[in-house]
């Protein structure tokens, strides 16, 4: 495989650069401009929707830490009455974190269009 990738390296045809001449940027510029423009309330309003996906993950995968919590209050908070709050984290922190950062994960293209979920 190294030696097809290789050859297909070697032998395929060289690119060739094609620059557009100034007078067609001068004349395409103004056109550009209002385009970009236009997609600016769009553009906001995907980057600011990403930011909120991924600082649910985040959210998400900080929510993993309750597991050893809850493992530390099942193990040395048992005899203080701790094992049930201990079972919830664990829970908590080894069920349902991991299934959320999963569901934000493959939510994140949808929150990039801007739609508003809430989970």
Excluded: C, W
């Excluded at 701790?82 to 999963?102: Q, S």
């Amino acid at each position: 495989m190294i030696l097809l990738a290789i050859a297909g390296i070697m032998f395929a045809a060289p690119q060739k650069a094609e620059a557009i001449d100034p007078v067609t940027m001068a004349i395409l510029a103004p056109v550009a401009m209002k385009l970009a423009e236009a997609s600016k309330p769009y553009v906001i309003r995907s980057i600011i929707g990403t930011g909120k996906g991924v600082f649910n993950i985040g959210k998400a995968a900080f929510e993993v830490l309750y597991l050893p919590v809850g493992l530390g209050e099942i193990t040395i908070g048992l005899p203080f009455k701790k094992g049930r709050a201990g079972l919830k984290h664990i829970i908590r922190g080894g069920v349902i974190a991991p299934t959320k950062i999963v569901v934000h994960t493959l939510l994140l293209p949808v929150y990039m269009t801007g739609a508003k979920i809430n989970i």
